[in-house]
């Protein structure tokens, strides 16, 4: 199978399940929940498994047996989406895993749907913003701009904050992000300028799903986050190429 088609096989594509993530209501409720010895899905997989009827903490049958419950007889099971990686050619070295299409496996279950030992209380990851900014070399610069409605900048491998930023740390995020999709090089100005609507929809996507995965997404948020990327979009779909930047950065 061509990695197009394992890509769109069954109509669940990453194209899809990100237009559904950034406009499905409500929230996902414990499912964000860090459980020791439950694996940590991505957002975009628990929007796909809510949009199933999943609630709650979810894992495979494997791994509720090795953490003492058993899966309820005659229970549904769910899909989420797995990548596929390009077999090393005889010979060749080891290299770094690539990805080349995606496919839906049927292997999860809810919490609800088994009985046995209880679960240990969920851990809340911590994560630091300086640290962040220092593994991927970027340097926090002076504010300098005097239009008072920019909230944020980033030209090279430098972030600019507005002080009075409304949501400082999703702004940082998104500044961040234009700088890792490479759009603040220099060869890249001029293809940002004509493209802008798509830079800022990889930009403020990029900062959507990760104040998600870090928990730290409000509705406010979330729903400025949203009206941003449809206002640059105009209506329109942005390119597949530009969705599976969002994901890799």
Known sequence: ?????????????????????????GDLGSTYSAVPGLHQYSYLNMVYL???????????????NALGRTVLNGSKVYEIVRPIFARPKEGEEEAEPQIIGYK?????????QTKGDELPPPVIPEWNLELALEKLGIMRVPFRRSDSTIQGYAYDRNVAINPFAKFPL??????????????TLPDQLAE????????EFEAEGSSHLVMNELQMMTEEQA?????????WL????PPEKSIKQVFVV
């Open 1 to 25: 199978m061509a990695p197009e088609q394992a890509a769109a096989k069954r109509d669940i594509g990453w194209g899809k399940v990100m237009e559904t993530a950034l406009t499905a209501p």
């Open 50 to 64: 809510q949009m199933q009827g999943a609630e709650g903490l979810v894992a495979t049958l494997k791994r509720w």
């Open 104 to 112: 839906p496996v049927r292997c999860i279950f809810t919490y609800s």
């Open 170 to 183: 999703k702004t940082t995020i998104h500044e961040v992000a234009h700088i890792a999709l490479g759009h």
């Open 192 to 199: 940002y300028e004509r493209h802008r609507g798509i830079k």
């Open 223 to 231: 729903s400025i986050s949203r009206a941003y990327i449809q206002g």
């Open 234 to 237: 105009r209506g329109e779909r």
